[in-house]
């Protein structure tokens, strides 16, 4: 199996998760619910912040490459989503067609802005749709949960999701202000990184199933370990679920270091 999903796969995945979201909105028993993962926030509120996303991907990825993102007033469309129910369902399915469309003509290799450029990750519209489908699908628990029916992520996705959560989100070439330290994750369905944290950065690396990470792969042992589905792994990297639900091994507090740190700062 591939480690990362194909193209065509991420924006059918994309519509398949988008219609999740829109089932789980069509079931609640009102907009004014507090989201249980963000309570200063409603259903109305997470809806429209995750719609707003979805357009402004779109004007990234139709804009192609550029120093910094399109300004709000080229996608936002000044008014906001509608508060009624239907329409606001109208436009959500408004806001995932346009970006799937606009990533569908774009291909996967345009030149777009990302906001990873010191990741390993391509800066392209085609690591924006990975992207996509990793937000939505997070967002997507985030109202299953909220109306009392949370699920977890499908595992064709949870898998791409995580590798994409250590790639893209994590690898960096700033500079670890702890201790060095060696972070392993095991996913349930038989995936597995490798996260190395020292001076030179958070450097990661797929471990090989069946092969001792220390044979080809990189001397050292690890010094904290995470195993569990990989939708609760993904679920744990987006702050969902606590490191007491996965099983975990080591020292404690470079899963603490990792949440606390912003490489940008």
Known sequence: MSSILAFPDQLRLIDERSAAFRAAVASAPGLDIRMPTNPERTLFDHVQHVGMGRRKTAAIVIAGPADAPPAESEWAGGAGAPRERDALLAWWDESVEHVVRVLREA???????????????????GAWARRQLHEIAVHTSDVQLAVGAPQPIPEEIALDGFDDCQFTLCATTVAWPHDPAIVDYHAAEGRSWRLRLSDHGAQVTRLTPGVSAGAGE????????????????????????????????????????????????
């Open 107 to 125: 291909g996967p290799d345009r030149e777009c802005w990302t906001w990873w450029e010191d990741s390993p990750s391509p800066q392209t519209s």
């Open 218 to 265: 990189g001397p050292g042992t690890a010094d904290a370990t995470a195993r569990g589905t990989a939708s609760d792994l993904v679920l744990f990297f987006y702050g969902r679920i606590s490191l007491d639900s996965l099983t975990f091994e080591g020292d404690r507090r470079i899963f603490d270091q990792l949440a606390d740190w912003d490489p940008s700062v």
